[in-house]
């Protein structure tokens, strides 16, 4: 079986600092071209990757027929134009998170990967790293006893006006950027979909994005809650209760390629007493996201989550914005 060969959409900062060297650490995983509108940009990047080719437009990529696979890493509002336009390319398409501004807009990916039959998948990371596995594994294994509650809370600080993230035009805002993420988590946990959700958002008043938004999940039987900040001292951390257990997630989103990662599991015996440490071997979520991709798209096989998991999420991430609008339970 031989390698991958990616093209990349944009020399956005997570593509050059994080998944493109993580690609290239990759056993199935080749980043043969990027682009950019900048091509002097383009040409940086490829310079400093390593890339052998660049482009100075995004269609000039997609034309590229020694590409098989995209990495689109645009801004939230470009996710689905883009992610269309190269699967009508041919191309298979690895797309970030939010793979869409909203529940409808996911859906429309839905025909096009139907009709040009290429795999589109949304690039949650996370649900690659062995700590994330584990963490299903000891809940379905019944470890924690009776799945009870989720908590999780995800937040770090960015005032800048102009930041991308910051802009509620582009899809901007602490739920689409990192909510996501704890919506995603806890319906992987719970392993099914809330019967309703409830939020509340503080919006900056100067940009109109949500900088600091709780939600709501009704499991029923089972809760989640969860606390996103754009604003907020930079933190992350997760916690999984059960009838007869509690699992801690060190690091649950960013978690370092260069150390292990730690589960704290605690039986509940005694009150304060230290918890049981497991740790999970150095990995890099990114490499291992980017060759999982790799493998299904030579295996001709469907990934392990596929567009309509994604469309379920952003159904969640919907109702918790009317939720917070309507300050009541919304159902989905």
């Not at 079986?1 to 990616?6: C, G, Q």
């Not at 890493?73 to 996710?79: A, G, Q, S």
């Not at 295996?299 to 998991?309: A, R, T």
Request: charged residues 25%; aromatic residues 6%; glycine residues 8%.
């Amino acid at each position: 079986m031989t390698k991958l060969r990616w093209g990349v959409l944009g020399a956005a900062r997570i593509a050059t600092q994080k998944v493109i060297p993580a690609m290239q650490q990759g056993e199935w995983s080749e980043v043969v071209a990027i682009a950019s509108r900048d091509e002097a940009k383009a040409g940086r990047a490829a310079q400093a990757a390593g890339i052998p080719r660049a482009y100075g437009s995004y269609e000039a990529l997609l034309a590229d027929p020694d590409v098989e696979a995209i990495y689109n890493p645009l801004p939230n509002h470009l996710h689905v134009p883009w992610t269309v336009r190269a699967a009508e390319a041919g191309k298979h398409v690895l797309c970030e998170k939010p793979v869409a501004l909203n529940a409808d807009d996911a859906r429309s990916l839905i025909e096009v990967r139907d009709r040009t039959g290429v795999i589109i998948q949304e690039a949650f990371m996370i649900r690659a790293h062995p700590q994330w596995m584990r963490v299903v594994d000891e809940v379905r294994a019944g470890t924690l006893g009776e799945l009870r509650a989720y908590s999780g809370v995800f937040s770090y600080f960015n005032d800048d006006p102009a930041n991308i993230r910051n802009r509620a035009e582009y899809g901007g805002g602490a739920l689409m950027d990192i909510g996501c993420y704890l919506v995603h988590t806890a319906r992987m946990v719970f392993g099914r979909e809330p019967a309703r959700v409830s939020g509340a958002i503080e919006r900056d008043s100067r940009t109109g994005i949500d900088r600091v938004t709780a939600l709501g999940l009704d499991f029923d039987p089972g809760q989640a809650v969860g606390l996103c900040a754009t604003q907020m001292v930079p933190s992350q951390r997760v916690q999984i209760f059960g009838t007869r257990g509690r699992l801690e997630i060190e690091i649950p989103f960013n978690a370092p390629p260069d150390r292990p990662c730690r589960l704290f599991l605690d039986d509940g015996s005694r009150l304060g007493a230290p918890p049981q440490t497991i740790e999970l071997p150095v990995a890099n979520q990114y490499t291992l996201q980017g060759d999982l991709f790799s493998v299904a798209v030579r295996k001709k096989s469907q990934p392990s989550y596929p567009l309509e998991d994604s469309i379920r999420n952003m159904r969640v991430i919907d109702a918790i914005v009317r939720a917070a609008s309507s300050r009541r339970w919304e159902s989905l």
